[in-house]
């Protein structure tokens, strides 16, 4: 069953065409990652998805909602959650305060409300403690609970960006660049909880990822792009072999 | 060292998070009630100066210090709260709807600054902050019914109740308990969605966005809590200085009002008391100063903003979370004593081109 | 409009507004260099132009040289201040969030003003220029030369400017480090003292907008204040552009001058900040810029 449908996505930058046409289908319950060289336009289509840029043409069906038109702020709470490639933590917080603000989509109080802190904010409040901190136990993040996101290592920042994706209880998780800058260890962690959070948690997972060992491993699908178009789509091993791809990357 | 071992979530969203806070508050509490029975009135005086002081840093901490939106232009939104709310002190509104709405026309003036301000990144905001504030210094010289032109008018004294307020004890209870209500409510904004919003924003506006933070709405709000603040806060000033003029209103009171928070410690209550003490306690320290400088630059009267100035700098160059920042740090090496390493406080650079206009 | 009365008034505040909205433009340009350059908003670039007004007072009036060198001389001082500030005060946040920025500089204005008037006093100045007793008449028209030197000066400078960006090694490292700092330093461009050079250029235009400006609108420590007229001029321009900049105070300064005598009193003094907000709201990226986006 389709859950994500892009339709001749496209958008132009003054005249560049990062992303050119492009149309895919993400069935629910798959791990589908977007492979091609630098600037083939995988985060660009990230950036359409979840409504940061808005497309020139063409079409975004979601859960059998059309989003293309959708504010960006409401794309969390139609269930699309993303990570950033370069980690865009809210740094000053704390690990909490971050996952809590994940919830965001999902709160219940209003402002004047809270003003006063009725008890329904504070039962809300504790609601949201609660789902917060499953995912804190999801991904083994005790440890770090209070701490100012800015002192901890980049590695456990990159863990606590899909956490708080997570905290948004997407059904679609836009996974950017996930292995950058980890080590060995911690890549082999995060495809155990890629698989985990499709198999445990039934969420969707999108991603784009360049480390292609981690690619073979949790992908069900992979789709090809270069030069804002699609090149190929299929299983890790098709895609790979598939003459295209192999231009795309080498040259020629 | 204290250890605190959580065992429920209202432990963390509780106002204090342990007893030792409870008792070190009540203490703060029973001081500052007891203080005008023990001080002269003079001191009284200077104290009720501290809170809406203290008000006009809260102000300017939620919109700067918790939102990152920089306002160089708080100045006008006293100056509004203040002006309104002598207008209807004057025409027989009783204290409290007179000042509420004082808060609330800032509120709105905040909101004509702000919801256009949403389009804008940071620094066109803080040059939008300066314009309006440069547009609201004519408008109050020249809309002679509101504020009586470069002349000024006379506040009355505050109607409680239908009991007069005239004498500084009565005025610093007014204060404080305004003071204290208006921090209790942010401080449970700041504890619940609402104000995991506003840090959000500030920390980055994209992931905000998409976690669901309504960026425009949440600013807009950012912007009318602010300046409905600064409004209550001008009110209060009015009284206080008993009459108004539009010189009062100047770009150098919002210069003053940054260096509240600046010097105080960005994102932090703490850092907008602190900051409040701070100010309060400069121009005496000033005068004092000018005794043992040489004549030619004691006897300046431009010393004091220059002295303004040169804070706002040292602040920026050497302590970039203030008072609030040293203080933490200080508790910091207490409580790990042996193990402190000055690494923990290392400033972070970035040399990424990431807030540039264009 | 009736008569060659009026048409020979608009021309006169066609011109006045034109030399004023110059000043503007210079004193805008100086931000964006130090912006385009830094990435730092300098809040104390209208100080800085008072304080280059105030250098060029000591040497003509009070030390009483030649009003060339002493112009001369103001410009090389205040160039010297300029990347001595840099050196000593703003190198050290460069890397630090703009916040800090924007509250550093507009210290160093307040320090710079309160600087001004304890040297110099509070009272207003008048420097002398050399056009001032020269007044040309064209077919009724009374121009005073030093409204038209002032345009002939801003043109010179943009001209120099100019080709000092496309041709020299300076301006061309400059142009550079703006673009990518990081690029530039790897490439061999000492990117700290190019950044201190824009500093003292900037310093040096923002200079000889002042001493402009002092024959027609006296000085005075408060002066810097038209730092905000200039950021309007910045912003319209688009704050990224130098002929935008100068556009920009064209505009600002035409306007103002126009509102003075067309519009109720009260709208000279805020004509350029309700022209400011109104580009803000409605094209917020400026009349000539692009749309900035962070990139994710």
Redesign the interface.
């Known amino acids: 069953m389709t859950i994500l449908r892009a339709q001749d996505l496209a958008i132009n930058f003054g005249g560049i065409k990062a992303v050119d046409g492009i149309t895919f289908d993400v069935n629910k319950g798959e791990i589908f990652t977007i492979i091609g060289p630098n600037g083939a336009g995988k985060t660009t289509i990230f950036n359409l998805i ?1 409504r ?1 840029y808005q497309a020139t043409s063409g079409k975004l069906v979601f859960d059998g909602d059309d989003i293309t038109h959708m ?7 139609r269930g699309i ?2 990570t ?1 490639q ?1 980690v ?6 704390t690990l ?2 971050n996952l ?6 999902h ?1 219940k ?1 209003r ?1 004047w409300e ?4 009725l008890p329904r ?2 039962v809300a ?2 609601e ?3 789902r917060v ?1 499953e995912i804190i136990d999801f991904l083994d993040l005790q440890h770090y609970r209070d701490v100012v996101v ?2 901890l290592p980049y590695g456990v920042r990159k863990v606590i960006e899909v956490a ?1 994706a997570l905290c ?1 209880q997407p059904k679609l998780i836009l996974l950017d660049e996930p292995s950058s800058g980890l080590n060995v260890e911690e890549t082999e962690d995060l495809s155990f909880w890629i698989r985990d959070i499709r198999d445990d948690l039934g969420i969707t997972v999108v991603m784009v990822e360049h480390d292609l060992a981690l690619v073979n491993d949790v992908s069900d699908r992979v789709m090809a792009v270069n030069y804002g178009r699609l090149i190929a789509t299929g299983t890790p091993a098709d895609v790979q072999n598939h003459p295209d791809v192999i231009k795309a990357y080498l040259g020629g | 060292m204290r250890f605190i071992f959580k065992t429920r ?2 432990q ?2 509780n106002l204090f998070p342990h007893g030792g806070a409870v008792f070190w508050y009540s203490l703060l509490a029973v001081t500052l009630l007891s203080v005008p029975l023990i001080v002269t009135p003079f001191y009284v005086g200077e104290l009720s100066f501290l809170f809406i002081w203290s008000l006009a840093g809260l102000s300017l901490m939620v919109l ?1 210090g918790y939102t ?1 939106l ?1 306002s ?1 232009g708080h100045a006008a939104f006293l100056g509004i709260g203040a002006y309104v709310h002598a207008y209807l002190v004057r025409h027989g509104v009783p204290f409290i709807p007179a000042i509420l709405c004082g808060g609330f026309a800032a509120a709105a003036a905040g909101l004509v ?1 702000g919801i ?2 949403i ?6 905001l ?3 902050t ?3 504030s ?2 609201a210094e ?1 408008v109050f ?2 809309w002679e019914t509101l504020t009586g032109g470069s002349r000024g008018v006379p506040v009355p004294k505050p109607q409680f109740l239908g009991i007069e307020i005239d004498n500084e004890i009565g005025f610093y209870y007014l204060c404080l308990a305004i003071l204290v209500l208006c921090i209790l ?1 942010i401080v ?2 700041l ?7 506003w ?2 924003i ?14 425009a709405g949440y600013k807009a ?1 950012a912007f009318a809590v602010s300046a409905f603040l600064a409004g209550i806060a001008g009110g209060l000033f009015a009284h206080k200085v008993g009459y108004l003029t539009p010189d009062i209103f100047t ?2 009171l919002s ?1 003053q009002l ?2 509240l928070v ?1 010097v105080g410690g ?2 932090s209550i703490h850092g907008a008391i602190f900051g409040a003490i701070f100010l309060v306690l400069l121009p005496t320290v000033i005068s004092i100063a000018r005794d043992y400088l040489p004549a ?2 004691g006897q ?7 002295i ?6 040292l ?3 050497l302590e ?1 979370l203030g008072l609030n920042g040293l203080w933490l740090k200080i508790k910091f090496f207490f409580s790990q004593f042996p193990m402190y390493k000055s690494a ?1 406080f290392k ?12 | 409009m009736h008569g060659g009365r009026s048409m020979a008034e608009f021309l006169q505040l066609l011109v006045n507004g034109l030399a004023v909205g110059c000043i503007y433009g210079l004193v805008a340009l100086g931000f964006v260099l130090i ?1 385009k350059a830094g ?1 730092v ?1 300098n ?1 104390a670039q209208g100080e800085m132009m008072m304080l280059g007004a105030f250098v060029a007072f000591t040497f003509i009036v009070q030390f009483g040289l030649n009003y060339w060198i002493g112009l001369a001389l103001a410009v090389v001082v205040m160039a010297a201040f300029g990347g001595l500030l840099d050196i000593v ?1 703003v190198r ?9 920025t ?3 500089t ?10 001004a ?2 040297v110099w006093g ?1 009272e207003t100045r008048g420097l002398p220029s050399p056009f001032d007793k020269t007044v040309l008449q064209i077919d009724g028209v009374v121009l005073s030369a030093v409204y038209l030197a002032i345009l002939v000066t801003t043109a010179l400078l943009c001209v120099f400017l100019l080709g000092f960006f496309r041709f020299t090694r300076v301006g061309l490292a400059m142009q550079a480090a703006s673009q ?3 690029a530039a330093y790897c490439m061999g461009i000492p990117v700290k003292r190019v950044l201190s050079s824009v500093w003292a250029l900037s310093a040096g235009v923002a200079t000889i907008a002042g001493v402009m400006l002092a024959p027609i609108s006296l000085i005075d ?1 408060n002066t810097g ?1 038209i730092g ?1 007229k200039a ?2 001029a910045a ?1 319209i321009g ?3 552009s130098i002929p935008g900049a100068v556009v920009g105070g064209i505009l600002i300064g035409l306007i103002e001058l126009f509102s003075g005598v067309y519009l109720p ?2 709208f000279k ?2 004509a ?3 022209v ?2 109104a580009v ?2 409605v094209r ?2 400026g009349l000539f ?2 749309v ?1 986006r ?3």
């Open positions: 979840s940061i504010p960006p702020h409401r794309i969390a709470g959650a993303r950033f370069n865009e933590l809210f740094e000053h917080a909490l305060q809590l603000l994940g919830q965001h989509a709160r109080t402002p809270e003003v006063l802190f904010v504070r409040e504790r949201i403690r609660r901190e800015q002192h708080r948004t | 979530y209202d963390d969203i700067t990152g920089i160089i600054i256009p301000a389009r804008m990144r940071g620094l066109y803080a040059i939008a300066l314009a309006f440069a547009i004519e010289v020249r409510g449970n904004l504890r619940a969605p609402t104000g995991r919003a840090i959000a500030r920390d980055s506006e994209i992931a905000a966005q998409s976690m669901g933070v309504n960026l709000l770009p150098i210069i940054l260096m600046m960005v994102g030619a630059i300046q009267p431009a010393l004091e903003p220059g303004y100035g040169l804070i706002l700098v602040v920026v160059l970039p923990t400033r972070q650079k970035t040399y990424m081109r990431t807030e540039r206009l264009q | 912006y990435e908003v809040f005060v050290r946040i460069i890397g630090q969030p703009q916040f800090s924007v509250m550093l507009i210290g160093l204005g307040v320090m710079m003003r309160s600087g008037s304890m509070p990518n700092q990081l420590p204040a905000l950021f309007a912003v688009g704050f990224g009193e009260g003094d805020t350029a900040y309700i400011l907000l803000l709201v917020p990226q810029g692009a900035g962070k990139k994710v």
